[in-house]
């Protein structure tokens, strides 16, 4: 076998090149393989860009895609009983509760981020057949499906469960709109809201008071805005903390004496009282059909009474509707005339043999 002959000057000097840059980049370039770890994580950080990925859970993946752009979901609690009809019915309180998005001005677009919390599986199948955003409350041990009649122990603890639920969504840092399914939307509420930031909360009531002092008004869970912060999770925590202690009263109650107890003053809360001329339920209706936003089935006992008269107030809203659009020009005079249809149904679900 042959020896190589003795290179030149000048390729010695290229070799002798190639072998430095070798060595430059093995050893001492800051991306060497060949430098220690201690070396490597003594380094100076370079500025990349950090790419997090959270392991998101169920609830979060849900809020996430029912938010709005600056993280505000609509946020609705159905069970069995709400979902499936009855033989006396005409239709189930969820069909009710869909069918006023799809009648009212402006709220349709809204469906796209209504999160609809079921508590049974009967309810979660209807949701995910109705193709809306869903997620599954499950409580060990309690079955939440059948009708809670108001103010039955079943009916407390139920509303007990949303209000531990609804405190977690505030923690994840969601705003949202809570809405009973017997609310019936009518216009987009959020014309009517105030946006700017300042309100923690603004609730809905039984009978409007133009005293913004919250003893002076008769607050309704039914139907709220509240803003996420320290101060609202601070709010729903108390809240909450006192489910023990009052075991015979509804959350709303529990809600109401903390209010007139100062927790208003105490948090710094700022509280807005929503005026039923917008905000309208069979407590106090409103009289104004040019402004409602929405109208509440309160002061009522049983689903069935309230499938009954909201089945009426979306028909007089569809004859409203259909007769300005008829007579533009006779518009003021058909809005004056307005009047809603007896509640008899929930009126009557008071009395003992309903």
């Known amino acids: ?54 392991v998101k859970d169920e609830l979060e993946l849900a809020l996430e895609g029912a938010s709005m752009q600056n993280r505000t979901v ?11 009809q009855t033989v006396d019915a005409e239709t189930t309180m969820l069909d009710l509760f869909l069918e006023s998005f799809w009648l009212g001005e402006d709220t349709r677009p809204l469906l ?9 599986q009967t309810a979660h199948d209807r949701c995910v ?13 309690v079955d939440f499906g ?31 709109i809570f809405t009973d399914t017997d609310v019936m939307w009518l216009r987009n509420p ?13 609730i809905s ?18 139907f709220y805005l509240i803003k996420s912060n320290n101060k609202t999770i601070a709010l729903f925590s108390r809240w909450y903390s006192l489910k023990d202690k009052f075991t015979r009263s509804k959350e709303q109650d529990v809600l109401l004496d903390l209010m007139r107890h100062g927790i208003v003053t ?29 109208v509440h089935a309160n002061c009522c006992r049983h689903i069935n009474a309230k499938v009954r008269d909201l089945t009426a107030v979306l028909r007089d809203w569809k004859r409203f509707k259909a007769a300005v659009t008829k007579y533009p020009m006779a518009a003021r005079n058909i809005t004056s005339s307005f009047r809603w249809s007896p509640h008899d149904g929930c009126w009557n679900s008071w009395k003992r043999h309903y």
């Open 1 to 54: 076998m042959e020896h190589p002959k003795n290179l030149s000057p000048g390729t010695s000097a290229v070799v002798f090149l190639l072998f430095a840059g070798f060595l430059y980049i093995c050893v001492w370039s800051p991306s060497s393989p060949l430098l220690s770890y201690n070396e490597l994580i003594n380094a100076p950080p370079k500025n990349y860009t950090t790419v997090e990925f959270p």
């Open 74 to 84: 609509i946020i609705a609690v159905v069970n069995r009983a709400y979902v499936e």
């Open 112 to 120: 796209d981020h209504l999160l609809l919390v079921t508590v049974d």
């Open 129 to 141: 057949f109705k193709r809306l955003h869903c997620y599954r409350l499950v409580t060990e041990g």
């Open 146 to 176: 059948e009708e809670k009649v108001y103010m039955s122990g079943d009916f407390i603890k139920m509303m007990w469960r949303r209000t531990l639920f609804l405190l977690d969504v505030l923690k994840r840092g969601y705003n949202f």
């Open 190 to 202: 959020f014309a009517k809201l105030s946006l700017n930031g300042t309100e923690d909360l603004q």
């Open 205 to 222: 009531v039984d009978k409007f008071s133009s005293d913004p002092r919250p003893d002076r008004n008769l607050i309704n869970t039914g």
């Open 266 to 294: 105490e948090f710094h809360l700022r509280v807005r009282f929503l005026e039923t001329r917008y905000f309208s339920g069979f407590c106090e209706d409103s009289r104004d059909v040019s402004a409602v936003a929405t």
